[in-house]
């Protein structure tokens, strides 16, 4: 069985500032990887995913994230946090398995002061 | 707009009744995802559905059950409903083959008084 970690329910920075939301999974087998964004009032956009191939995977309105399989972990960054970056946001992971479904962490809520 | 349609988009109900919430997947997704979201116990998993089959069942409770039809639209049925039933239920779908990448709908706010 997989799972997810995400350090932090909330993390707070500047309007401006580097942004790092932090995600460690643990999965017997290769793990596909996701970051979701959730608005207040709102379903789960996904931002960006991992499957195979490059590690690092660029993803909507400025968001990457880097795989690295020796640290099991997926963390998301942004260079310059906007004001309209505060939402929720969900790290997941799920394997190759027909039988997989996602496996959420509890959330990591940005807040972006100016 | 990620083409998964959920409805009523808020219920409110009392305590002891029963409600069914719909979704309809993006077309061509053949498996449908039903999820509660709520203050104290975050973001659950409860049951999946592939092509009309029950896949993988997560924490649903036995007062919870749900179908997938032929048209691939799914309905989750809440019956006996408590307070703490109150939450946000959010469905998802996805393609074949697509590594679980799943796409969320608007999600149904129900509130049990």
């Known amino acids: 069985a997989q799972s997810v970690t995400q350090l932090g329910s909330h993390v707070s920075v500047s309007e401006g500032a580097l942004v790092l939301l932090r995600c460690n999974y643990s999965?017997?087998?290769?793990?596909?990887l996701f970051w979701y964004v959730q608005y207040p009032n709102q379903g789960l956009q996904l931002l960006l995913k991992?499957?195979?191939?490059?590690?690092l995977v660029k993803g909507i309105n400025g968001f990457e994230a880097e795989f690295k399989k020796s640290e099991t972990s997926f963390h998301l960054t942004k260079p310059s946090a906007h004001m309209s970056d505060a939402a929720e946001y969900f790290c997941?992971?799920?394997?190759?398995?027909?039988?997989?479904?996602?496996?959420f962490g509890k959330g990591t809520m940005l807040l972006v002061s100016p | 707009d990620s083409g998964v349609t959920q409805t009523p988009k808020h219920l409110i109900t009392a305590t002891g009744q029963r409600v069914t919430l719909r979704c309809s997947p993006r077309?061509?997704?053949?498996?449908v995802y039903w999820y509660q979201q709520s203050l104290d116990q975050g973001l659950q998993f409860l049951i999946q559905?592939?092509?009309?089959?029950?896949?993988a069942k997560g924490n649903i409770l036995e007062r919870f059950s749900a179908q997938q039809f032929p048209d691939l639209h799914s309905e989750l049925n809440l019956s006996s409903l408590e307070l703490g039933d109150s939450a946000l239920y959010f469905c998802?779908?996805?393609?074949?083959?697509?590594?679980?990448?799943?796409?969320f709908g608007p999600g149904t706010r129900l509130t049990v008084l």
């Open positions: 998802a779908s996805s393609a074949p083959g697509a590594y679980n990448e799943q796409f």
């Open positions: 999965s017997s087998v290769p793990p596909y």
């Open positions: 991992y499957t195979t191939g490059a590690t």
């Open positions: 997941a992971v799920s394997v190759n398995s027909g039988y997989s479904t996602l496996t």
């Open positions: 077309s061509g997704d053949l498996s």
């Open positions: 559905y592939y092509n009309g089959e029950e896949r």
